[in-house]
């Protein structure tokens, strides 16, 4: 295999060539044709063709494309599988790279898909009225921004790293240049390969860039680019502090190692479950990937009551697991990934073993096959090496505590953490360590033995849940689902008449002209469709025995509605008909009775009733097409539909509003679409 640049929309067969080897054998995997291209000309390809091809697509139709490219690299995994046994990766480690990754991306676009507008900018909460007569409003848009990503990629997890980075910006209609590991790259570019050949990423959408030291890169980035980088801290600063960077602030994400901790609660003992559970969840962070992950447990917090015991457990635990051939099936530790990591993890472990006391593990066990270490600090407190050191590997530093706030204190005390987790069993406890830890953490994770059979895992990013931490750990944010988009796009604030916000953003915005149609909504199938499309209905006069027999068919015989004495003392000064009632006379007014495209009402949002509705008042309702989204089509499906919202307002006699809210309803699609399974 050679691992080349995909540049400009071409394959790049020239440049220095130099072996990849196996870390399994040092035997060659693939050759390395590094490239010395224009990077000018590569990062205006991505902003000319890459850029203009992706913002003509809705955000939902870039999701959709990154959902069947996922699809696709899944059908190819095996062969993924036996490349990343080369870099040192077992069969399970290899499962939270290769298949975390695609499930990931698979994720990112659920979530765009629920969360974001089926247009190709995303229209972010509710209009704002800024004017006493509501001729004036402001609205927030995200809108993509004119650059690129530039995604710089740590060696650990390849396929992962590339693929939670590309799938926001890719769906926030941003390109991507793809900058992976060299340690690590034959297997980027295995996947990066099949994703060109998936036919789904248009021209200039992705580029790849197989070099070692990307040359003045950096210099031909501008304000609309991102920098996204996974790495050491070290490398991090020097990359953010480029003077490109700098003096035209580009944005730059930084998801740095962390030395993350793990707390025992004081109220678990060695008989209870969540000891059992928080072992097994120790030694898993330490032998996963060789303990080479960002978010391993590399600080261990106990209390110091149950310090020997937590040591002998962790000694049974880990006397099972000895570092062998990743591609046995046996294997439960597999090497360090390069022959610079095993020197880098060894130097760490050294200066931490001058403050530390080695408990477990040979320190002079040195090279890629290096075996699980445990150190121990007595007074965690008063040393600081142990918060500011991190060895990049198969290692972690018990830290006894006396109280609560000491175990707090010395879990902040590592500057700043992707994550941090609490076993405990007693939710005071869980309460108290979670909000003193929280500033200092991007995610804490809180487990007992009700959720543990489910948990996810201190170490597992979770596509939903934002990825990243503050001070030491980068300061920046991935993923967190529709949130990972959002990064890419630039939020702006328009300001004008709602008639106006409406034309510009594409979706119905209070206050603004709509147009009255003259066949019923319910009636026109989800293409027909377009926000600002409204009825208004006919009118119905609300009687004294509606009360009564809306109390007597729901049961509710609230004062207001009943007690004509107790009503006038209270806030409506007489008898008032029930909220729901008034909700369900409404769509009374506009429903249409007749088979048609409406599938069904899905779900109601933002519910307000405004004024009270007396008897002898005469509501009206007025149906206008807010928002639509398409829906894909699947299998079990008997026809295509989209979902519509539409704001729902009613009136009295006196044209004052009495209730609003939206109605989100599936009506059927006239047309089929690719995207439809």
Known sequence: MEVQSYLKGEWVSEGDKSNLCSVINNKPVASLIAAEPDYHSVCEYARNVGGPALRQMSIHERAFR???????????????YSLSSHTGATRRDSWIDIEGGLITALGLSSQARKNLSDLPWHVEGGAVTLSRKGTFSGQHICVPRHGLALQINAFNFPVWGMLEKLAPAFIAGVPSLIKPSPT??????????????????????????????????????????????????????????HPSVIEHNVRFNLEADSLNASLLGPDVTPEMDEFDIFIREVVSEMTVKTGQKCTAIRRVIVPAEQLDKTIDALKRKLGDITPGNPADPATKMGPLASDDQSARFSEQAARLMEVTESIWGNPEADGLYTGARVLLCHKPMEVDEVHQLEAFGPLTTLMPYQTLDEAIAIANRGGGSLVGSLFTADDEIAARVAMGCAHSHGRFMIINRSCAGEST?????I??????????AGGGEELGGARSVLHHMQRVALQGSPTTLSAITGQYVKGSTTRESENHLFKKYFEELNPGDSITTHRRTVTEAD?????????????????????KNSLFGKRVAHGYFVLSAAAGLFVHPSPGPVLLNYGLDDLRFIAPVYPGDTIQARLIVKRKSFRQKRESDKEPYGMVWFDVEVTNQQKTTVAEYTITTLIKRRTGSPFDQ
């Open 463 to 472: 596509a939903s849940l934002v990825h990243g931490g503050p001070g030491r």
């Open 66 to 80: 990154i959902k069947f490219m996922a699809q696709f690299l899944l059908e190819k995994k095996e062969s993924y």
């Open 547 to 567: 009360i009564v027999n809306f109390g007597g068919l729901t049961g509710d015989h609230f004062y207001a509605h009943f007690d004509e004495i107790a009503a």
């Open 457 to 461: 895992g201190h170490g597992s990013p």
């Open 184 to 241: 690590s790259c034959f297997l980027a570019f295995a996947v990066f390969r099949d994703m060109v050949e998936s036919g789904y990423l248009p021209e200039g959408s992705v580029q790849f860039l197989a070099v070692d030291i990307p040359g003045d890169l950096l210099n031909h980035l501008g304000s609309q680019d991102t920098i996204l980088f996974t790495g050491s801290a070290a490398t991090g600063k020097k990359l953010k502090s």
